[in-house]
């Protein structure tokens, strides 16, 4: 069993279930940004998401797109245009 565990904190604009972490022995939140269900298990389980369980990236916000690279431990600068960032999130899952 794993020492982490999610709980809910409110929903995103599609009212999807959005989740943080914390420990359970303490209940010290970890550093996470919001994330749904299934980014939330895979982060406990040391497990990447399945693509199946992602809606399509490019109807995401630009702030949907940060949430969803930081599980892939990117950081996307929100600065710069939708186009941009869609660019790439397409760059990083060629390779």
């Known amino acids: ?17 959005l989740y943080n972490l914390r420990y359970i ?3 010290m939140t970890l550093p996470t940004p919001s994330m749904t269900k299934a980014e939330a298990e895979a982060k406990i389980n040391g497990t ?3 693509e199946s369980e992602i809606e399509d990236y490019k109807e995401m916000t630009k702030k949907e797109l940060e949430s969803f690279m930081r599980t892939h431990n990117i950081e996307l600068d929100r600065r710069k245009s939708k186009s941009d960032l869609l660019q790439q999130v397409e760059d990083f899952f060629k390779d």
């Not at 069993?1 to 279930?17: Q, R, T």
């Open 25 to 27: 022995k303490g209940g």
């Open 1 to 17: 069993m794993s020492d982490i565990e999610m709980f809910h904190v409110g929903e995103n604009d599609k009212g999807e279930a």
């Open 48 to 50: 990447e998401v399945v």
